[in-house]
């Protein structure tokens, strides 16, 4: 593993600073107020959004009412041509975030790889605790098979990514289709994700204090999101733990060297190869997690962003 890259330092310099001026970490807030600091964080972490060449928002139809839904098509693009999407599911453990929180990340993706982006605001806990993100995640992509090529969308190719708790989804969404036939997924993208409630990877204990993303913050999400230790061995919150991971579609994945998650997203490269699936898999050895919304102060956050959208280019875009 290398040294902690210079603007990662930075951010936990800034937090810790925050931190000792009196600001209440993540696990000490409510839902609502850490919503707010997240969202407050767009400022001094995230770059100008790069301009695309259209932007909207809508409204599709969810099991428990409407589902918020940002629609991103490429600069240089035109209205008449169908694109293929990647339907993205922003991260925030599962109870934090926001199509704005993700914006920026979700127009680099649509600029490089050529692809149109379709941002999901599905419902959170622990208002709506598991599993109502993935019956939203879900009901997105149904929508797409009737509704997409209204908007301009080609939903014979559609490929699925997220950050986190979005990279969670993501994998999660590529083992639902499959059970319930559903829309297919033709490749994945998955941000330095959440594959194993159950914890115990070496990681979360080397990485778990002053990197961020803490225990403390971990055992918050979960809670809110889980409620109960039952869902943590369901495939539906642990990916890893499904039966069989042959046949699912292609994968790019990208973890964090100083990320508590690093261990569980290379775990889960690793059953996807062992089953055959063809994996792309990169550790940015010198960041923390959550890097990719961070582009103002981490460069490098580019470089992550234009790599998962080369593996969508890749497949979705021949």
């Not at 995230?46 to 409407?66: I, K, L, M, S």
């Not at 914006?103 to 709506?128: I, K, Q, T």
């Not at 939903?155 to 969404?173: E, F, K, Q």
């Not at 690093?262 to 960041?287: H, M």
């Amino acid at each position: 593993m290398g040294a902690l890259d210079p603007g990662a330092k930075l951010v936990l310099d800034l937090v810790e600073k925050a931190q000792a001026e009196g600001a209440k970490p993540i696990d000490q807030q409510t839902p609502a107020e850490a919503r707010q600091t997240y969202e407050n964080q767009r400022g001094p972490l995230t770059p100008e959004p790069p301009e695309v060449a259209a932007v909207r928002d809508f409204t599709v139809p969810g099991p428990r009412g409407e589902i918020p839904v940002r629609l991103y098509r490429p600069a240089g693009s035109s209205d008449g041509t169908a694109l293929p999407v990647i339907v993205f599911y922003h991260g925030g453990g599962w109870v934090i975030g926001s199509l704005n929180t993700h914006d920026v990340v979700c127009r680099g993706l649509a600029n490089h790889s050529g692809c149109a982006v379709l941002s999901v605001d599905y419902r959170m806990g622990p208002e709506d605790p598991f599993p109502a993100a993935g019956e939203d995640s879900y009901a997105v992509l149904e929508w797409l098979t009737v509704a997409g090529e209204g908007q301009g969308l080609d939903s014979t190719r559609i490929g699925v990514a997220g950050d986190s708790a979005g990279g969670n989804l993501s994998a999660v969404m590529t083992l639902m289709v499959r059970e319930k036939n559903g829309p297919p997924i033709a490749w994945q993208g998955l941000i330095y994700p959440a594959t194993d409630m159950r914890g115990g990877y070496e990681s979360r204990k080397a990485f778990g204090e002053g990197y961020l993303l803490t225990q403390a913050a971990m055992d918050y999400f979960e809670g809110h999101y889980l409620q109960g230790p039952g869902p943590r061995t369901d495939w539906r919150a642990s990916p890893i733990l499904a039966d069989d991971l042959a046949g699912l579609p292609p994968a790019t994945i990208v973890t964090a060297g100083f990320d508590p998650l690093r261990d569980e997203g290379r775990a889960y490269a690793d059953r996807l190869r062992d089953a055959g699936v063809p994996v792309t898999y990169k550790c940015f050895d010198g960041q923390i997690h959550g890097f990719f919304t961070m582009g103002r102060v981490i460069p490098e956050a580019e470089a992550g962003i234009r790599l998962i959208a080369e593996g969508a280019r890749a497949v979705l875009k021949p």
